[in-house]
């Protein structure tokens, strides 16, 4: 068994800024402590940027703009698989250090670093076909049309899923022939700096810049900041809402993936030889990083037919779930990422409770050693909620699930919808037909039928509503870090 011993070393005891092509210190030697949620160790620190060192970072990346945007497609494209390459061989370094920061699982932060890795050859070869066009208005004009990269991104990522979050960016943004200003969120800077480091020697001084630190400093500062031409941003709807008014500001254009609240919809029909499939994908869509994912699905929705016996299976698999160290292999699921998020789960459970609705199994934080030293919840079920409570509502991303009953397919699309978010769901049903309808209504930017979640490059992801603007990880994405100019030839 893994132990804390073997998992520390893989992170520096210190990370500077990434500025330039160069490791700096910052401004006024301040330093972000990040701590392993899991057990309360120091486990790095990194350095905190200025207003001054993000100047420095957005100046660079212009100077490094006009040469890295005349670099061939196919230079390019020889880059990107090299940075693949790079991730790609070390795929379980960089899942312990994620893990040893954000305390999800090694074993699971494996397929997050392998999803990662993708990005790279996906969005080389979307580059290498992104065609510019040519019409001809009239015979004696030609007019071509082509992409040109934005110019300097500021890119700031969240907590839950850093390294992937960041290659969601970096990919499409270099391979658009964009420069970039990463901001990592300051509880989890260590898998973006360990990235860099691996990365570094293959892109030219200022095409990537690393600044740390606080999201209400250095992020406003980068989001301020005239030199910045487009935002590429995931987290919270509510920092979403600000980043869309700095962009509105500067009428720069920002992508947002934001928040989601998303309903599994499990319909009676389900044939008996998949029930536990269907169990088996309540539990995953929820428990997989402690329930700390944008997609996650936190609603269960599930017909009458079935209600009781879903839900007694579903506590089953919750009530045996292996809570664990994140380095630990037989660990199922690991840590909440920091304490006052903890005590805001802690929070919606109490709610739940008052509102009345029926808490199954779970609903404490483990305290029992060695959890006490960290910050760990036990997977928990509400059952027999109403879709108008605070837990049926907001986003506790936590390992705590509701579950609601409803009858019938018009009704399961109208709770399913009942909410300002509308990033991801699912549906569960033995008549296929039935599952589509139920997918195309449901107003959400991505939809599962008869499985659990995955994202995989190719399938476009963002919201619908509240839960944000834009996609990622699909082909349209360049789409996005680029802009069309015209250049008309009168012959
Ligand atoms: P968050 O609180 O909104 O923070 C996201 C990032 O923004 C962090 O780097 C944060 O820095 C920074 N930030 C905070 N205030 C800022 C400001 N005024 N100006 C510029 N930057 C600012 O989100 P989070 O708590 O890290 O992540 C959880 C949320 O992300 C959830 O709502 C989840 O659903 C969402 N999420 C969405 C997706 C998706 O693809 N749709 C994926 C993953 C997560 P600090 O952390 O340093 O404050
Ligand atoms: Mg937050």
């Known amino acids: 068994m893994a132990t804390f011993e073997d998992v520390k070393g893989v992170v520096d005891d210190y990370y500077p800024l990434y500025i330039n092509g160069q490791w700096v210190h910052g401004g006024d030697g301040e330093r972000l402590t990040v701590t392993c949620p899991?057990?309360?160790?120091?486990?790095?620190?990194?350095?905190v940027a200025?207003?001054?060192?993000?100047?420095?970072?957005?100046?660079?990346?212009?100077q490094a703009w006009?040469?890295?945007?005349?670099?061939?497609?196919?230079?390019r494209y020889t880059i990107l698989l090299k940075i693949y390459e790079r991730i790609n061989a070390?795929?379980?370094?960089?899942?312990?250090?994620?893990?040893?920061?954000?305390g999800k699982t090694v074993s699971g932060a494996v397929w997050e670093m392998l999803f990662a890795a993708d990005q790279f050859p996906y969005f080389a070869s979307v580059l290498r076909t992104h065609e510019d066009g040519i019409s001809r208005p009239y015979h004696n004009v030609r007019s071509l049309v082509v992409r040109e990269p934005v110019g300097v991104v500021g890119a700031i990522t969240p907590w839950n899923a850093p390294f992937i979050m960041a290659a969601w960016k970096l990919a499409p943004a270099l391979a658009a022939g964009n420069c970039v200003v990463l901001k990592p969120s300051s509880f989890t800077p260590a898998s973006s700096m360990e990235l860099i480091k691996e990365i570094a020697d293959l892109l030219p001084p200022g095409v990537v810049n690393v600044v740390n630190g606080k999201g209400s400093t250095v992020g406003q500062w980068v989001l301020d900041h005239p030199g910045i031409t487009k935002l590429s941003f995931t987290g919270s709807t509510e920092v979403g809402r600000t980043v869309g008014h700095a962009a509105a500001e500067k009428i720069i254009p920002a992508t947002l993936e934001l928040g989601g609240k998303s309903a599994g919809i499990y319909f009676g029909d389900i044939p008996e030889e998949k029930f536990g499939d269907a169990v088996a994908c309540g539990v995953q869509n929820i428990l997989m990083l402690a329930g700390q994912g944008c997609s996650l699905q936190s609603r269960i929705l599930v017909e009458d037919t079935l209600y009781d016996r879903y839900v007694e299976a579903l506590a089953g698999v919750f009530r045996g779930f292996k809570v664990g160290m994140p380095w630990e292999e037989d660990a199922q699921m690991g840590a909440i990422a920091y304490k006052s998020h903890m005590e805001s789960i802690l929070g919606y459970i109490d709610s739940g409770i008052e509102q009345g609705a029926r808490l199954v199994?779970?609903?404490?934080?483990i305290t029992d050693p060695p959890f006490d030293k960290g910050l760990f919840i036990e997977p928990t079920i509400f059952a027999?909620?109403?879709?108008?409570?605070?837990?049926?509502?907001?986003?506790?991303?936590?390992?705590?699930?509701?579950?609601?009953?409803?009858?019938?397919?018009?009704?399961?699309?109208?709770i399913a919808n009942d909410s300002v978010y509308g990033l991801g769901g699912g549906v569960f049903s033995g008549d296929l037909a039935k599952a589509i309808r139920v997918a195309e209504a449901v107003r959400t930017g991505t939809v599962t039928i008869n499985g659990a979640l995955s994202n995989p490059a190719g399938g476009a992801f963002g919201g619908f509503k509240e839960s944000g603007i834009g996609r990622e990880n699909y082909k349209t994405t360049l789409d996005h870090f680029s802009q069309l100019k015209t250049i008309h030839f009168p012959l």
Request: proline content about 2%; overall charge negative.
């Open 38 to 47: 899991a057990n309360g160790e120091v486990v790095t620190t990194a350095a």
């Open 66 to 75: 006009p040469k890295w945007r005349q670099v061939s497609q196919q230079e």
């Open 50 to 62: 200025t207003k001054e060192d993000v100047d420095a970072a957005i100046m660079a990346a212009w």
């Open 90 to 102: 070390k795929l379980q370094h960089f899942a312990m250090v994620e893990a040893l920061n954000c």
């Open 384 to 414: 027999d909620v109403d879709s108008k409570m605070r837990i049926a509502q907001e986003e506790i991303f936590g390992p705590v699930v509701v579950v609601i009953k409803f009858h019938g397919e018009e009704e399961a699309v109208q």
């Open 361 to 365: 199994c779970g609903g404490h934080r």
